[in-house]
């Protein structure tokens, strides 16, 4: 396994408590849309084994032409080890990446695409519309909807409806609107429905498009086969 140590060369502050942190992309790095990495901070291999406590995965959330790998990340005031790090380092600073892999690159099937997320698991999703943006092809169109009860919506720019591009962007700020809305897109039923969000998220998701009648092939995580099976499986079972 290859670790990268590369340097933060730009930090957004995209709301109060969310944080865009740009990395140097070391060089042969690539990837495709969808895709996460395991951040690393400094120290994390010190000792025999790895420590947990200073790696976390995290979504990418640029796209290799922006030259840039993005990591977009919520940073309360009770924050873990790992956060409050991060929240201190600055343009400069080291951080280690490893492990690149994509569990939800965009699929290209002639279907109308749903990306379902909650908060900060919108930036999972902007490579995907972007992508999207830069090559139409086999996409029908793609409705994105987020939940975020802070109300700080991310990437409003990108996330926001293009007609002439068919493509739709709804946030909502409590879950009972959320859920309807999840319904409603459910009447879709070739659609193809990407979810990103705490697993209680994912588990609540699955659960109401399967009772409308969506199937599991039609349900993208963000998690590796196995996980994914379980996941979908658990509701297959009820
Ligand atoms: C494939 C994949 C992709 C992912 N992509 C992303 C991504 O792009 N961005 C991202 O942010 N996360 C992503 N995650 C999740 C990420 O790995 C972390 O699990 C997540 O950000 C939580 O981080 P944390 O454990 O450092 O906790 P924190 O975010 O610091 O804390 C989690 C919660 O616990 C509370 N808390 C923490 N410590 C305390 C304390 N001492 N006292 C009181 N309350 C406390 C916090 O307020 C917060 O509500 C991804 C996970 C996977 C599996």
């Not at 290209?108 to 999703?125: H, I, Q």
Request: glycine share 6%.
């Amino acid at each position: 396994m290859q670790i990268y140590w590369t340097k933060i060369n730009k930090i957004i502050e995209e709301t109060p408590e969310v944080k865009t942190y740009l990395l140097d992309c070391p060089e042969g790095v690539t990837w495709e849309e969808g895709a996460h990495i395991h951040l690393a901070l400094e120290g994390f291999n010190a000792g025999d084994k790895p420590n947990r406590s200073l790696i976390r995965h995290m979504s990418i959330s640029t796209l290799p032409h922006e030259n840039s790998i993005g990591i977009t990340t919520r940073i309360r005031e009770q924050c873990s080890l790992f956060k409050s790090i991060l929240r201190n380092l600055g343009v400069g600073d080291e951080v280690a990446i490893f492990k690149i892999h994509s569990n939800v690159p965009l699929k290209r099937e002639d279907k109308n695409v749903y990306l379902l997320s909650s908060g900060v698991g919108l930036a999972t999703f902007r490579p995907l519309v972007l992508d999207y943006f830069d090559r139409a092809d086999n996409v029908n169109q793609i409705h994105s909807l987020n939940i975020d009860s802070s109300r700080d919506y991310l990437f409003k720019s990108i996330f926001e409806s293009a007609p002439d591009k068919k493509f739709t962007s709804q946030f909502v700020d409590n879950r009972k609107d959320y859920y309807e809305e999840v319904k409603k897109l459910a009447a879709d039923k070739d659609g193809l429905f990407y979810i990103v969000g705490s697993d209680e998220f994912l588990m609540q998701n699955i659960e109401v498009l399967r009772e409308q009648g969506i199937q599991p092939e039609q349900i993208m995580l963000d998690k590796r086969e196995s996980q994914r099976s379980e996941f979908l499986s658990y509701e297959l079972t009820m």
